[in-house]
């Protein structure tokens, strides 16, 4: 399911995160999953990344995902926005698709 992530140094597998069951509301496909990557000298980081197509529009955004940098609360509103920012695009387009 998530063969599209890149796999270098991970750890673990893609998989969507259980702490973030987002959905979109917006997008006609969308994936979400996040994987634990090895990390010199300090041992390893959680790295999340969301894919989304819009029409004839893809947006795909990764993050770093910590306490003290990004929360899955946090996440949680950047993938909001963006489906918002999309849904006005969509909206605004008279043909309704999106020009790159």
């Known amino acids: 399911m998530h063969e599209q992530f890149f ?14 069951p987002y959905v979109s509301r917006v997008a006609g496909q969308f994936r979400l999953a996040c994987a634990n990557f090895r990390d010199y000298p300090s041992g390893q980081f959680t790295l999340c990344v969301a894919m989304a197509q819009y029409d004839e529009c893809l947006s795909i955004f990764g993050t770093q995902v910590s306490p003290e ?20 695009a969509l909206q605004a387009s008279p043909d309704g698709v999106v020009s790159p």
């Not at 796999?7 to 973030?20: C, F, G």
Request: charged share 25%; hydrophobic share 40%.
């Open 7 to 20: 796999n270098a140094e991970r750890l673990t597998p893609w998989e969507s995160p259980v702490q973030l």
């Open 69 to 88: 940098y990004m929360t899955f609360e946090n996440l949680e509103k950047v993938l909001v926005a963006i489906d918002s920012q999309a849904e006005t």
